[in-house]
């Protein structure tokens, strides 16, 4: 207590608060728990809950000296009258609010009074209402029951109107045609008329009933076989026909033959279109129709409006009709045992009904896709097989067992495969009136007569002009096809049609085709025994150099065109451009070969006749070149341009400075020559036959039908050899007089003079008309050679 | 280029005898020019050959070739042939001593062809006198000669017959003759004519040796006709036959209606005379013209070709050879000595192929003749017109193929 009252005066009041609250609490017991937790140390608090006076006099006496037991006890004298005084304030405070507390409760004693009286009156009066309303519900009693069995019998009455008023109203529901309401009637009353059969009344109504309903069967039946009725009609005549206990395969069974029947004029209009366009049935006339306005309805369709037709009108159709049948037929709840077993056989039905209907589709879809033959552009079939595809493959997902996408592109890559056999066809079409216009413009100078040189000044351009002729075709052809490839179509995504289509028809079966057909065709004419054989030798070297071309570059070119536009992998097993450059190189050489042939046989029955016509013992002395020796000449300078037009003009082996002095006036070199080598064949060289051998022993072995290299002189010296060698030939079949001999050495030196500037080694033309001079002399009766300057000048003036 | 193998002048005259290997060939030189070559058709035992020569100037000769198979040695006689060059020879098929060659009657104004039969000088026999430089002349038989009828440039003896029948191909007609036993009168029995625009000039005549020699073949220009020699008369043509001139026939000694011919279009072509529009088989590996061709007498799958490419080639056309299986029936080549062997495994050969079996390159010059052996028919000599002649024989690994 002490400890408080040390405390400054400013806690003091708070403190004697709390102590205040403390001794309440401790009055109420409310702190009891808490403060025996103080233990036993608080017995000495004088404060404290649990204080031991005797302890805590004990405590100050042991430990306190007397001053300070002194102090202690006026303290506490202090303490104690403080406290006491606050007692007093305590009982003054509160002593108004017990006064008010004892006034409240006397009130509240008189309140319960009263109440209690008014309880007892409303136990009473309660007690009175139980008994009047127990009376009131004793005497409606039986009122109630009565109500109860009336309404049951109205119940039943109106049942019975039902039924009987059902034929009526079913009838009435007939003629109403709301067949559907007619259904619902006989089913609702069926069942009791089933457990009531057994009386005649019900029986009767039944019977009614049932005939009234079998008419309505064979109506919906009607409706059902009536081919005007409506998808949507028949649908519902199905539900109520099932719904009233059909048998359902039967119903199957109609629904499908009337959907055949709708479908089936779909397809003979597609039919019709098919043999409008193929020409087997023609448009009628409108005056052969019954009605004019017939002529519109059937127009010949393009393929695209057809197949929208076909795919709309038809393809439509059976998936409304695979839809609806499915939803009634299979998808239906199930409502008995062998639901499973029929539903089975309505799918196998449908299956088999969809097969044959799509079967005859496809067939009038490839038929009228194989005859879009003419029209040059794709885009429009291949939209139309784009949209039938497309069809389709939205059908597939109706009728899960089956493939109608994959067969649809089967017909497509027939399709396509018809187009591309029918562009190739074409490629070669071209390719052969190509030919024909180049030997037309071949032959066309000639028949007006212009100077040779005019006529073969455009040979270049001719081949340029067919070049070009080809290869455009060839690509317009390839963009056509592109189109079967385009990325809005959606079968040219599936692998096995693209792969198919751009490995196998288009680069095989289009390019390389082609290719080999061009490599055929020349082929053909170098081929003398077939009709082609008499081919003019000038389209021949055209052919050649086109070939040659073609190996150059054209190919390689066409080639990867193709593999870039129809987006080839190059691994793949084809037809390699190497192997088609390494054909056509064989076809041009092949070409040439043949062209120096004809072109050497040509001069060759110049010459042949010349000499096997001539009597060359009794010729006059030689005045003049005989003019066929000019025409050979002439002949072989018109080749050399021509050739030139087209091939280079390729390597000469090195002109030695006397073939140069011998061809540029200085004849003296030339003539010693001559002379020093027709000497040895004198009648009085006995060994001629040794010097013969000698001579050609340092000369070379001549190939005279040898291949030739693609270059001019080459050419040209093919030519020559072959012409040279047939004179020689001839020449040894003859006998000659002097002049004989000496004709022929003014023609052989003429020919000396023209032909070494077109040949590759001059030495070879010498070579061959020194033979033909000793084979001469050799076959000479009176062998005297003309006097070289004679000879120089004859052949100056000629 | 081709080195050519020189050969020792001196030694033209001798015979050549190159390298003992044994398919080597065996050249032998003429020293003047030449196209005529024959084999000693009656001769079945030595391997002979006549070849005549070519020479305006000086007298030609006739030499008769015989080769001795087993030493590779040639043997050579000469006989001197005045009366002109010589453009064909033929022997008779009976008598071996006895020839037929057309030459050129050269004056200085005309030229004209004659044909005449020979007879070898009897007492001049073979091998005894080859070192002889002087030569005999042959013996005039009779010469093919009437008014009307002149220029004739080859004799053909009637095949398989009593040769007592020949035919002389003329210009534009052909002559058929009977000669008397002993060769030296000739009576000329009739004449057939070449109708056709233009002056159309044989090239060439074949006899038949099928349905008992009625039949001949004969070329112009560029086609091949058929004659019947009963009625004289033309049977069947080819018309164009090739695109040149058609320079030779021959017929296929085993398959009656088999011909062969060859032109200047350097091919050479196999028919059959019953259907004519279509070649049987063309063969174009020639450079240039093909003078001659020749079926083998025994094997006629072996076919010989001489070209003025200065080439010889052997063809094997198995196909359309009467052996197209080798030997399908046991024994038939039983007559032939030599071939006793080869029927043993006869049933189960496999087919041969055609091709070029070999090509012979030994000449310079063109090559107007090649004919095979009569006595060995794995032996054939081939003559160019620098007079040079080559016995050769067939590669032995073909030879083989056929016989094994």
Redesign the interface.
């Known amino acids: 207590m002490e400890n408080s009252y040390d405390k400054a005066g400013a806690t003091e009041e708070t403190t004697r608060r709390s102590d205040r609250h403390g001794m309440l609490k401790s009055y109420y017991g409310m702190e009891k728990g808490a403060m025996k937790e103080a233990g036993a140390q608080e017995g000495v608090d004088i404060n404290g809950l649990y204080f031991k006076p005797d302890l805590y006099i004990e405590k100050l006496l042991k430990e306190k000296s007397l001053t300070e037991l002194m102090d202690k006890e006026s303290e506490m004298v202090k303490q104690i009258r403080s406290l006491d005084s606050d007692m007093q304030t305590l009982v003054y405070e509160n002593y108004n609010k017990f006064i008010s507390a004892t006034d409240t409760i006397r009130k509240m004693k008189n309140d319960f009074k009263r109440m209690e009286d008014e309880m007892d009156r409303l136990a009473t009066n309660m007690e009175a209402i139980t008994e009047f309303s127990g009376h009131i519900s004793g005497t409606l009693q039986d009122r109630r029951q009565q109500i109860q069995k009336l309404a049951g019998v109205h119940a039943l009455l109106k049942k019975l109107q039902f039924l009987f008023e059902l034929p009526a109203r079913l009838k009435k529901c007939i003629e109403m045609e709301s067949y559907a309401q007619a259904v619902r009637y006989y089913m609702k009353a069926q069942k009791v008329l089933l457990q009531y059969q057994h009386m005649p009344s019900f029986q009767g109504i039944q019977e009614d009933s049932d005939a009234i309903v079998k008419e309505l069967k064979t109506k919906l039946r009607q409706c059902f076989r009536n081919k005007n009725s409506s998808q949507q009609e028949l649908s519902e005549c199905v539900d109520l026909l099932l719904q009233l206990n059909e048998p359902a395969g039967e119903l199957c069974d109609d629904y499908l033959a009337h959907s055949k029947q709708m479908l089936d004029e779909y397809l003979s209009q597609l039919e019709y279109q098919v043999k409008l366009n193929s020409g087997e049935e023609r448009l009628k006339l409108p005056s052969e129709l019954d009605r004019p306005a017939e002529a519109y309805m059937n127009p010949p369709m393009d393929i695209l409006e057809f197949v929208d037709c076909g795919s709309n009108v038809f393809i439509g159709n059976i998936c409304l009709v695979i839809a609806s049948y499915t939803d009634m037929f299979i998808n239906r709840t199930t409502r008995d045992e062998d639901w499973d077993a029929t539903n089975e056989i309505a799918h196998k039905k449908l299956v088999n009904f969809v097969m044959t209907l799509m079967d005859q589709y496809f067939s009038y879809v490839e038929k009228r896709m194989q005859l879009e033959k003419e029209t040059g552009d794709n885009t429009i079939l291949v939209r139309a097989l784009d949209r039938f595809h497309r069809r389709l493959q939205a059908m597939n997902s109706l009728l899960p067992d089956t493939d109608f996408a994959r067969i649809g592109t089967d017909i497509v890559s027939r399709v396509a495969h018809g187009r591309v056999m029918h562009y190739l066809q074409a490629l070669k079409q071209h390719f052969s009136d190509c030919l024909t216009d180049i030997r037309q413009s071949l032959a066309a100078p000639r028949i007006v007569g212009k100077p040779e040189g005019a006529g073969s000044n455009n040979l270049s351009e001719l081949l340029m002009s067919a070049e070009v002729a080809v290869v455009d075709q060839i690509k317009s052809v390839l963009s056509n096809l592109q189109a079967f490839i385009a990325l809005d179509i959606t079968f040219a995504m599936k692998p096995y049609f693209r792969n198919e289509f751009c490995t196998v028809e288009v680069r095989e079966g289009l390019m390389v085709a082609f290719l080999q057909h061009i490599h055929h065709t020349a082929m053909e004419f170098c081929d ?2 077939s009709d082609r054989g008499s081919a003019p030798p000038t389209l021949l070297l055209l052919l050649s150099r086109l070939c040659i071309d073609f190996e150059n570059g054209t190919i390689s070119y066409l080639v990867n065109l193709v593999d870039d536009q129809f987006m080839l992998a190059s691994n793949q097993q084809v037809t390699s451009i190497t192997s088609l450059c390494h054909t056509f190189k064989e076809t041009a050489q092949k070409l040439l070969n043949h062209y120096v042939s004809m072109q050497g ?1 040509i001069i ?2 110049m010459l042949r006749k010349s000499v096997e016509t001539r009597d060359w ?2 010729t006059i002395e030689p005045r003049n070149v005989r003019a066929v020796m000019k025409r050979v000449v002439e002949d072989i300078t018109a080749i050399d341009t021509q050739v030139g037009q087209l091939y280079e003009e390729g390597v000469r082996k090195e002109r030695s400075s006397d073939s140069s002095r011998r061809t540029f006036g200085n004849f003296s070199m030339s003539r010693q020559q001559q002379r020093s080598q027709w000497g040895r064949y004198t ?1 009085s060289t006995i ?1 001629n ?2 010097m ?2 000698i001579q ?2 340092f000369s ?2 001549i ?4 291949t030739v290299e693609f270059s001019k002189v080459s050419v040209l010296t093919g030519i020559i050899k072959i012409s040279l ?2 004179f020689m ?1 001839c020449v ?1 079949l003859r ?1 000659f ?1 002097r002049y004989g001999l000496q004709q022929l050495q003014v023609d052989t030196h003429y020919l000396q003079l023209y032909l070494w500037r077109f040949v590759t080694d001059e030495n070879l033309v010498h070579f061959l008309l020194d033979e033909i001079v000793s084979s001469a002399v ?5 062998a005297v050679m003309m006097e070289s300057s004679v000879v120089d000048l004859i052949c100056d003036r000629g | 280029m081709l080195v050519q193998l020189f050969h020792n002048e001196k030694s033209l005259r001798h015979l050549h005898n190159n390298i003992m290997e044994d398919d080597a060939p065996v050249i032998y030189g003429l020293e003047f020019q030449a196209r005529a070559l024959t084999a000693q058709v009656a001769e079945t035992d030595d391997i002979r050959f006549l070849v005549g020569t070519q020479s305006l100037k000086f007298d030609n000769q006739i030499h008769q070739i015989d080769f001795d198979d087993e030493n590779n040695i040639l043997n050579k006689n000469v006989f001197a042939h005045k009366d002109g060059e010589i453009w064909h020879i033929s022997a008779s098929p009976v008598d071996k001593n006895i020839l037929a060659t057309c030459f050129n009657n050269v004056s200085d104004t005309k030229c004209e062809m004659a044909a005449a039969l020979w007879r070898i000088p009897a007492e001049f026999d073979v091998g005894l006198d080859d070192t002889s430089s002087s030569s005999h002349s042959l013996q005039l038989l009779c010469r093919l000669e009437h008014d009307s009828y002149s220029n004739m440039f080859s004799v053909l003896w009637q095949p398989n017959g009593e040769g007592d029948k020949v035919i002389t191909m003329g210009e534009g007609r052909f002559l058929t003759w009977d000669l008397n036993a002993s060769g030296t009168q000739a009576t000329m029995t009739g004449v057939a004519s070449l109708e056709a625009k233009g002056q159309p000039k044989f090239t060439a005549g074949r006899w038949n040796p099928h349905s008992n020699a009625t039949q001949i073949a004969t070329a112009n220009d560029t086609s091949i006709r058929l004659w019947d020699l009963r009625s004289m008369e033309q049977v069947s043509n080819i018309d164009v036959a090739h695109m040149q001139c058609v320079r030779n026939l021959d017929f296929n000694p085993n398959k009656q209606y088999y011909l062969a011919s060859c032109g200047d279009d350097c091919k050479t072509k196999f028919w059959d005379t019953r259907k004519t529009d279509e070649p049987l088989l063309v063969l174009s590996d020639h450079s240039h013209w093909v003078w001659s061709v020749r079926f083998n007498h025994f094997h006629d799958q072996l076919v010989l070709t001489s070209s003025s490419d200065s080439r010889v080639i052997l063809t094997s056309v198995a196909s359309i050879s009467s052996e197209p299986l080798g030997h399908l029936v046991e024994g038939e080549e039983s007559d032939d000595d030599d071939q006793d062997d080869s029927s043993r495994d006869g049933q189960k050969r496999a087919p041969q192929t055609n091709g070029v079996l070999a090509s012979y390159e030994e000449h310079e010059d063109s090559v107007y003749a090649a004919e095979w052996s009569t006595a060995d028919p794995w032996l054939f000599a081939s003559l160019s017109y620098d007079g040079r002649v080559v016995i050769n024989r067939v590669p032995r690994a073909e030879k083989y193929k056929i016989l094994l």
């Open positions: 003398s025994m046989l060759s029955q013992l009794n009648p060994d036959s040794l013969s051998n050609k022993l070379e072995k190939e005279i039908f040898s060698k047939t030939e040894r006998t007089g050799h076959r000479c009766l009176n």
